[in-house]
C-alpha cells in the first residue's frame, strides 16, 4: 500500500511507467514471431549453406592466383556454389503459405547479393575457360589436361635437377645442360599444348577457341624460361626446306636482271647488223660507180 501523503500525480507517471513497458513488451514479441523479412528455417540452412561454399571458393580463387592454378583446384568448390544455388531457386518450405526461398532470398531486395556473387563466380569461370580444362558438369581435369599437366611438372622438374649447384646468375652459356637434358621433355610438352590448341579451335563459342588459364599459363612459364631465361632453342624439322625456297625467291630477281641483260644485247646485236652490212655495201657500191 502507498501511503496517503503521495500526490495524485507521481501515482499517474507510475502507473503510466508500468503501461508503457507491458505495451513495449508485447510489440517486441509480436515484431519478433510476425517479422515481415524473417526466414524459415529451411531458408536460412540454404542460405548458410551458399556462405559456406562462396567463402570456400573466393578463398581457392585467392590461392590459386600465382601460379594460376585456377581450374585445377577450384572445381571442386565452384561446382558445390552452383550446387546450392541450384537448391535455393527450388521451392522449399510450407508449400500451404505458397512460401518460395528462391523468391525471398533472390528477389525481395534491390542488391540482390546472392545473384550479384553468383554472376561474379560464373563470369570469372567463363573467362577463365575452365570448362575447356574439364570433363562434362565438371566432374575432374580432362585426360589432355592430365596429360599436359604431367608434362609440365615433368620439364619444371628436369629444369630444377640441371640447375643444381649453379647459381642464379650465370650467363647463358652455362644452361647448355638444361637445353641438352630437358630438349626431349620440353619438345613434348609443347606438341601436346598445339594440339589442344588445334582441338579448342573447333569450338562454337569465343571462349571454347581457347584454353583454359591454367595451361595458358604453365605453357607461357615454361617458354620464358626455355627461351629468355635458359636461352635454349628448338631446330626445327623443316630448316632445309625452308632454307631451299627461301634461296630460290631470294635468286629469282638475279635470274631475272640477268637474262634480261643478255636478252637485250642479243637484240641489239640483231639490229644492228644488218645495218653495217647495209652502210658498207653502199659504201663499196659508191667507189666502184666512181672508179
Given amino acids: 500500500p502507498l501511503p496517503a501523503c503521495v500526490p495524485l500525480w ?13 505495451i513495449g513488451d508485447a510489440s517486441v514479441a509480436l515484431l519478433g514471431a510476425a517479422l515481415p523479412g524473417d526466414l524459415e528455417p529451411e531458408c536460412r540452412e540454404l542460405l ?44 522449399v518450405g510450407n508449400s500451404s503459405k505458397s512460401y518460395n526461398c528462391a523468391k525471398s532470398l533472390l528477389m525481395s531486395d534491390r542488391l540482390q547479393i546472392i545473384v550479384v556473387l553468383s554472376e561474379f563466380f560464373n563470369k570469372t569461370w567463363e573467362e577463365a575457360n ?44 652455362n644452361y647448355t645442360e638444361v637445353c641438352r637434358n630437358c630438349n ?4 613434348k610438352l ?10 579448342s579451335e573447333h569450338g562454337e ?14 605453357m607461357n612459364i615454361t617458354r620464358r624460361l626455355w627461351s629468355r631465361t635458359f636461352n635454349c632453342s628448338v631446330p626445327c624439322s623443316d630448316t632445309v626446306p625452308v632454307i ?25 646485236r640483231i639490229l644492228f647488223l644488218p645495218k653495217r652490212i647495209q652502210s658498207n655495201a653502199s659504201l663499196v657500191n659508191i667507189q666502184e660507180k666512181y672508179s
Fill in 48 to 91: 548458410a549453406g551458399f556462405a559456406s561454399s562462396c567463402a570456400a571458393l573466393s578463398g581457392c580463387l585467392v590461392r590459386s592466383a600465382r601460379p594460376v592454378r585456377l581450374c585445377q583446384s577450384c572445381y571442386h568448390t565452384f561446382r558445390a556454389v552452383t550446387e546450392q544455388l541450384d537448391n535455393i531457386t527450388r521451392a
Fill in 205 to 218: 563459342s569465343e571462349h571454347s577457341k581457347h584454353l583454359c588459364i591454367d595451361v595458358e599459363d604453365a
Fill in 130 to 173: 575452365c570448362a575447356n580444362c574439364l570433363e562434362n558438369s565438371s566432374e575432374g581435369l580432362s585426360n589432355t589436361t592430365i596429360e599436359f599437366l604431367d608434362l609440365f611438372n615433368k620439364t619444371l622438374m628436369c629444369f630444377e635437377h640441371n640447375l643444381q649447384g649453379q647459381a642464379i646468375g650465370l650467363v647463358a652459356s
Fill in 10 to 22: 507521481a501515482l499517474l507517471v507510475l502507473a503510466l511507467r508500468h503501461w508503457s513497458q507491458d
Fill in 244 to 268: 631451299a625456297v627461301s634461296s630460290f625467291i631470294l635468286f629469282l630477281p638475279v635470274v631475272f636482271y640477268l637474262s634480261s641483260f643478255l636478252h637485250s644485247k642479243q637484240k641489239k
Fill in 190 to 199: 609443347n606438341t601436346v599444348y598445339t594440339e589442344m590448341q588445334r582441338a
Fill in 184 to 187: 626431349v621433355t620440353y619438345k
